[in-house]
Structure formats: structure tokens, C-alpha cells
């Protein structure tokens, strides 16, 4: 099975930060990489996908990169509806794995 | 407008099979594959398995080693996920999801279903 580790699990930031969130893969995945959303008590949301498009209705300070075993979302600049719990999802070969989440707390 | 429905909470003892339905609408069931993930108590997201609702082929997590069993009634549009055996740690919030094709990722998820496995 193909391992996703994020970097950090956790993070603090205020309002009008950039943050940048990394995506570790065990092995090559091309750019068969997601990145989802989940607020508390909430269905995961869908931001990015093939490692940098951004799906319809998602705001713009939203941006993925990256191919191979290496990925990053960044957030420009860091509204208050966007701290939540993120994750990172490799769709290259079943079963489809998960990175463990990042926690993006307010300062 | 894509949605997916799912049947509601369940409370079983361990070792009684639990059966969770997820019911398409807004779009042409047999054109996605439908996934189930699970969510454990404050924990991440975990894939289990998928299903293409057009041709009913599976494809499986092994963490589960043969205890999930998905299906779908393309009559009516709806898929199942069947746990076997479930024990306390199975206990979670269950979720079906589309996909958009092979290798493209989730645009649509249920709501969630809450499986409490106790005694």
C-alpha cells in the first residue's frame, strides 16, 4: 500500500497567514493527489485534485503543486473559515490512502 | 443536483453484521464509482473499498481482510457497504462517496452514517 505522511499534523496560524501543508508519498504517484477539507461534525469538501486543480466553487487562495512523492496546498492568505482539519489523498493504485490530516488551529 | 443519501444510524453488538445504504440522485448512477470510507471517533479518514456501479466490479481494502462487502441495485440507484463480524474498534461515522472517474478524486459525499459496535 502506498503511505501518505503529512507535515505538521498540527499548525497555528492567524488570520492573513500563508501556510503551506506537505504531503509525503511512499512511492511514486505521478499527480494522482488530492486535497480535501473537513470541518468539525462535516463531510470532507474536495479543493484540489490531479495535485493542482482547483475544483469549481473553491476560493482562489487555494493552490496545490507538486508530482511524484512530494506535494504542498498552500493557503495565500488565511481567512477564519478556513481553519479546519486537511488531508491529502493518492488516487494512483488501490486502495486509495489518506495522509494522517493536518489540524490548522487559529493563534 | 448530486446527492447521496444515506440509511441512518446503527447500534450493533459485536459479531452482528451492519448493512449501510447509499441512495444517487441528481445524476446517472451507473456513470461513477461509488467509495466507502469510514471515519473513526476523532480520528482521519480511511478508505475501505470501491464499487463501480456500472459493471459491479469491487476493489478492496485488505486492512478489513475480507469483512467489507459493497454492492449496488442499480434499480434503485444505491449502493451498500456490509461489515461482518464488526467489533468495538469498527465503531465510526461511515461515509459513501463519488468518484469522477478512475483516479480522480471524491466530488460528492453522503452524509454519514454512525455505527456504534457494543455490548
Known amino acids: 500500500d502506498i503511505q501518505l505522511t503529512q507535515s505538521p499534523s498540527f499548525l497555528s496560524a492567524s488570520v492573513g497567514d500563508r501556510v503551506t501543508i506537505t504531503c509525503r508519498a511512499s512511492q511514486g504517484i505521478s499527480s494522482f493527489l488530492a486535497w480535501y477539507q473537513q470541518k468539525p461534525g462535516k463531510t470532507p469538501e474536495l479543493l484540489i485534485y490531479?495535485?493542482?486543480t482547483l475544483q469549481s466553487g473553491v476560493p482562489s487562495r487555494f493552490s496545490g503543486s507538486g508530482s511524484g512523492t512530494e506535494f504542498t496546498l498552500t493557503i495565500s492568505s488565511l481567512q477564519p473559515e478556513d481553519f479546519a482539519t486537511y488531508y491529502c489523498?493518492?488516487?494512483?493504485?488501490?486502495?486509495?490512502?489518506f495522509g494522517q490530516g493536518t489540524k490548522l488551529e487559529i493563534k | 443536483q448530486v446527492q447521496l443519501v444515506q440509511s441512518g444510524a446503527e447500534v450493533k453488538k459485536p459479531g452482528a453484521s451492519v448493512k449501510v445504504s447509499c441512495k444517487a440522485y441528481?445524476?446517472?448512477?451507473?456513470?461513477?464509482?461509488i467509495h466507502w470510507v469510514r471515519q473513526a471517533p476523532g480520528q482521519g479518514l480511511e478508505w475501505m473499498g470501491w464499487i463501480s456501479s456500472g459493471n459491479g466490479d469491487t476493489d478492496y481494502s485488505q486492512t478489513f481482510q475480507g469483512r467489507v462487502t459493497i454492492t449496488r441495485d442499480t434499480s434503485a440507484s444505491t449502493a451498500y457497504m456490509e461489515l461482518s463480524s464488526p467489533r468495538s474498534e469498527d465503531t465510526a461515522v461511515y461515509y459513501c462517496?463519488?468518484?469522477f472517474g478512475r483516479g480522480l478524486p471524491f466530488d460528492s459525499w453522503g452524509q454519514g452514517t454512525l455505527v456504534t459496535v457494543s455490548s
Open positions: 490531479v495535485a493542482s
Open positions: 489523498q493518492q488516487l494512483n493504485s488501490y486502495p486509495y490512502t
Open positions: 441528481g445524476y446517472t448512477f451507473t456513470t461513477y464509482g
Open positions: 462517496a463519488r468518484d
